[in-house]
């Protein structure tokens, strides 16, 4: 059983909306550090946006304004509200820890951006 699982992406035109969720299963969860990664073809894993157990948040310079991270520590989910896509966000979403995550990586969810 997977430890990470991401759903909610999709085909989307530049300047649409998606809403990505992760169901994390772990204990504590409400203890730890999550962030949102992503991967384009070709490129490496880089990471999105984290939030802390606290609920502080941290951006990557490319989605600062158009993405929101949040969390709902009573069902062990992290969400990412993404606005404004372009076709750079192009990339399969990853959930994990965050500044370090572990080994267990999820299958991702894909989210196209293209018209």
């Known amino acids: 059983q997977a430890q990470f699982v991401e759903s909610g992406g999709g085909l989307v035109q530049p300047g649409g909306s998606l809403r990505l969720s992760c169901a994390a299963s772990?204990?504590?969860?409400?203890?730890?550090?999550m962030g949102w990664y992503r991967q384009a073809p070709g490129d490496q894993r880089d990471l999105v946006a984290g939030i802390s157990m606290g609920g502080v948040t941290n951006y990557g310079n490319d989605v600062k304004g158009r993405f929101t991270i949040s969390r709902d520590n009573a069902n062990n989910t992290v969400s990412l509200q993404m606005t404004n896509l372009k076709p750079d966000d192009t990339a399969v979403y990853y959930c994990?820890?965050?500044?370090?995550?572990?080994?267990?990586w999820g299958q991702g969810t894909q989210v196209t951006v293209s018209a």
């Open positions: 994990n820890l965050w500044p370090q995550p572990v080994g267990g």
């Open positions: 772990v204990s504590a969860f409400r203890r730890l550090s």
